[in-house]
C-alpha cells in the first residue's frame, strides 16, 4: 500500500519534535477535509478530520489547523515518533449524501529519525 | 485492515490477458470506491458505488470495468490494459450519507506487461 514511486516532499524529523505538515486544497465550497497517514504496504488510515465552520481541531498528539482566507490546512504531530514515520495526504470534500467523493492532495511524506 | 479486504495484493498480467480484482468490507457500510494510486496521480478516484448503485464513473476508460452485486463486494474486471495502468489499485468504504471517513483495503499492486 506504499505510494508508488511517488516523488513527494519529504519532511525528515528527529524523534521527539513536532512535525507539521501542510496541505493547499482546491475547492473554497469544500465542507469537510480529513487528513490520512499511508504506511508502507497498507492503505490510507483516517487520523483526523475538520469541517469547514472550524480552525482547529485536536486529537491525540495530533492537531489540524485550517485557514479558508488562503486554502490552507495544517496537521500538527507533538512528539513525533518513529511509527509516525508514513506518507500523509490531505483530503476535502463536498457534503454529498450518496457516497463522499474526496479529492486527495499530493502528500507529504514524514521520516523520523530516531 | 480486518476491516477491507482485497485480493489478490500483487498481479502481474499481459496487456491480452482479462482479470479481475476483488474488495469485501465487513464494516457494515453502503458506499464503496475504487481509486488508483500511481506515479503520476497519487491518490484518483475511479468509481463510486452507493447501494449497489453507480454514482460516479471518474472519465475512467473502458477497459476497467467494474461490478457491485452487494453492499459488501466490489469487483473491478480488467481487460487489454495498458503498461500505463500499472499502479495500486485500492478499495474503499464508508456510510452512505453524513460518513465521508472512508476506510481503505491494502490495495493491489498491478504490474501491466
Known amino acids: 500500500g506504499e505510494s508508488v514511486g511517488l516523488h513527494l516532499p519529504t519532511l525528515s524529523v528527529q524523534e521527539g519534535d513536532n512535525s507539521i505538515i501542510n496541505c493547499a486544497y482546491s475547492n473554497s465550497a469544500s465542507d469537510y477535509f480529513i487528513w490520512y497517514k499511508q504506511e508502507s504496504g497498507k492503505g490510507p488510515q483516517f487520523i483526523i478530520d475538520?469541517?469547514?465552520?472550524?480552525d482547529k481541531r485536536q486529537g491525540q498528539r495530533v492537531t489540524v489547523l485550517l485557514n479558508k482566507t488562503v486554502k490552507h490546512l495544517s496537521l500538527q504531530i507533538a512528539a513525533t515518533q518513529p511509527g509516525d514515520s508514513a506518507v500523509y495526504f490531505c483530503?476535502?470534500?463536498?457534503?454529498?449524501?450518496?457516497?463522499?467523493?474526496?479529492?486527495f492532495g499530493g502528500g507529504t511524506r514524514l521520516m523520523v529519525k530516531p | 485492515e480486518t476491516g477491507v479486504t482485497q485480493t489478490p495484493r500483487h498481479l502481474v498480467m499481459g496487456m491480452t490477458n482479462k482479470k479481475s480484482l476483488k474488495c469485501e468490507q465487513h464494516?457494515?457500510?453502503?458506499?464503496m470506491y475504487w481509486y488508483k494510486q500511481s506515479a503520476k496521480k497519487p491518490l484518483e478516484l475511479m468509481f463510486v458505488y452507493n447501494f449497489k448503485e453507480q454514482t460516479e464513473n471518474n472519465s475512467v476508460p473502458s477497459r476497467f470495468s467494474p461490478e457491485c452485486p452487494n453492499s459488501s463486494h466490489l469487483f473491478l474486471h480488467l481487460h487489454t490494459l495498458q503498461p500505463e495502468d500499472s499502479a495500486l489499485y485500492l478499495c474503499?468504504?464508508?456510510?452512505?450519507?453524513?460518513?465521508?471517513?472512508?476506510?481503505f483495503g491494502p490495495g493491489t499492486r498491478l504490474t501491466v506487461t
Open positions: 475538520i469541517r469547514s465552520n472550524m
Open positions: 483530503a476535502e470534500t463536498l457534503v454529498y449524501n450518496a457516497g463522499n467523493m474526496l479529492t
Open positions: 464494516l457494515g457500510h453502503n458506499a
Open positions: 474503499a468504504s464508508s456510510q452512505s450519507s453524513g460518513g465521508y471517513e472512508q476506510y
